[in-house]
């Protein structure tokens, strides 16, 4: 497996294209915005009807699409007449007319009931984020060893745990060449991992450069090693032109066919002429669907260039590949010049194990290069968590001493609320202490036996405290940006699941 990744500096190129809906979520603040409109539009309904609930209520005006004019200050009426747009506005109108069809009464107080705990829910993860950010322990993303520590508790749950001292360092070296002085977020994808099977996990490694999946074409004999290269990437074919599918060409004279053969060859001479021209001596081509994108003829007139090729370069590397190693692709042959040509100092083809990748070292745009022989998962989550603390530069400790530590905070800030909304902190203080029971269970451990003890630890003010050591001297830490981010995220979705009662499957 290898990973790449792209230059921090100087202005962005344009990312990998995403195809589908995941295009739409290009944009990591769009999913927790989309989430609080779901809050917003859920709770502005409840208050649109609050005020119509119980006798003293207040009546609406409701003016129909036909100019009919009804005054009323029944719920379900008043909801059905709304015109909601908003999917988490039409949850809370479906459950007033839930409310109706099975009480027939109610509809106004269950919709303002379900605001009221959306509310309180919502306090709750709020409260619960600031309780979390007072035992988090501020970070510097220079501090090297913190952040090796974050990211060997991550890899410490995998299959890949006893290596968590090889790719733990990985991960960190490769995050953190993404970081400038500005950067609050690092994106993942500039981090290219290219996998391989064969070797072990100790041959994992860190290139200061780029490496391609693709192996170097060596049918006509070409080279595999070039110092001082200079990289073309080209999306045209090297192949003779064919006519379109709909014609046809008949040959009855071998001289037309011999004149045919040479001016194919002689149309691929000139263009491999022209790559070498411009001072090219390794040649990326992406692959193509239409033609063979090189054939036999050309592969020998570029070996005979001294011309490293490299073929079936896919179309979504293209980006990747421009930002990391500052060529730009061409798609004509016209247009193939010096100044769309990438530098590097080595490019060449390794063979370790039987497994071949093609490494270009000393690129003038560095890039990040991680190659593994397996792992991808586990690397990729040790690389969020390091992207985790770029985002949000503090640390908790894990082990679920953070979520016993909030559960008793919000049973106390409980203790001076009344009503439903203390019956709410106290049910949310309770669901929290299911990390630290699951994590004894998984553990083989007594669940109730050790959350009384986290407990009673908690309680003597010693909040890091599990049941055998302090967990920060275990060096079990986590980024403050995962533990909040599990508490909002968690309310926000199971605020809005509540609402449903039955799923229908459309034809």
Do not use: W
């Amino acid at each position: 497996m290898a990973l790449s990744t792209a230059p921090p500096s100087g202005p962005r190129a344009p990312l990998p294209s995403v195809s589908g809906a995941n295009k739409a979520f290009n944009d990591k603040g769009k999913p927790m915005e989309v989430r609080l409109s779901n809050l917003v539009a859920a709770k502005a309904i409840s208050d649109a009807v609050r005020t119509s609930l119980g006798p003293r209520g207040m009546d609406k005006m409701i003016q129909t699409a036909k100019g009919e004019v009804i005054v009323t200050n029944d719920g379900a009426t008043i909801l059905r007449s709304i015109q909601a747009l908003h999917p988490a506005s039409k949850m809370l109108v479906d459950l007033s007319a839930a409310q109706d069809v099975e009480a027939g009464d109610g509809t106004t107080t269950v919709v303002v009931l379900a605001g009221s705990l959306l509310g309180a829910a919502e306090k709750a993860s709020t409260k619960a984020v600031e309780f979390l950010s007072e035992i988090s322990t501020p970070i510097d993303l220079n501090d090297r060893t913190t952040l090796i520590r974050a990211a060997s508790t991550s890899l410490n749950s995998k299959i890949v745990s006893q290596y968590s001292s090889i790719l733990a360092p990985i991960a960190v070296s490769a995050v953190t060449r993404l970081v400038t002085p500005t950067s609050s977020n690092v994106d993942l994808r500039d981090i290219r991992i290219v996998k391989k099977v064969g070797g072990t996990i100790e041959d994992t490694e860190l290139i200061d450069g780029v490496v391609l999946n693709q192996n170097v074409v060596v049918a006509a004999g070409g080279p595999t090693r070039i110092e001082k290269a200079k990289i073309g990437l080209i999306q045209f074919q090297l192949s003779a032109p064919k006519p379109d599918m709909d014609n046809t060409v008949v040959i009855n004279d071998y001289r037309q066919m011999d004149k045919v053969i040479k001016e194919g060859r002689t149309y691929l001479l000139n263009i491999c002429k022209k790559i070498k021209k411009s001072g090219c001596n390794v040649l990326l081509i992406q692959k193509s669907i239409l033609r063979d994108a090189v054939d036999d003829t050309s592969l020998t007139f570029l070996k005979r260039l001294n011309i490293l090729v490299v073929k079936d370069v896919e179309r979504d590397e293209i980006d990747f590949l421009t930002k990391s190693l500052g060529c730009k692709p061409v798609a004509d042959i016209e247009a193939f010049s010096e100044d769309k040509l990438g530098y590097a100092d080595l490019v060449e083809e390794m063979n370790n194990d039987g497994t071949k990748v093609v490494k270009i070292t000393g690129v003038k745009h560095k890039g990040r290069t991680l190659v593994l022989d397996e792992c991808e998962r586990s690397i990729h989550d040790a690389l969020c968590v390091v992207r985790c603390l770029v985002k949000k530069r503090a640390l908790i400790g894990g082990g679920g001493a953070p979520e016993i530590y909030v559960s008793r905070k919000l049973f106390q800030h409980a203790q001076g609320l009344t009503g439903m909304e203390s019956y709410c902190f106290q049910a949310y203080a309770d669901a929290l202490e299911v990390i630290p029971t699951t994590l004894a269970e998984n553990a083989g451990l007594n669940p109730i036996a050790i959350v009384t003890e986290l407990r009673n630890r908690h309680s003597l003010a010693n909040t890091m405290l599990g049941q055998i050591s302090n967990i920060l001297e275990e060096y079990v830490v986590q980024p403050l940006l995962v533990s909040t981010s599990a508490v909002e995220l968690a309310t926000e979705t199971v605020t809005l699941l509540l609402k449903i009662d039955d799923y229908v499957q459309a034809r």
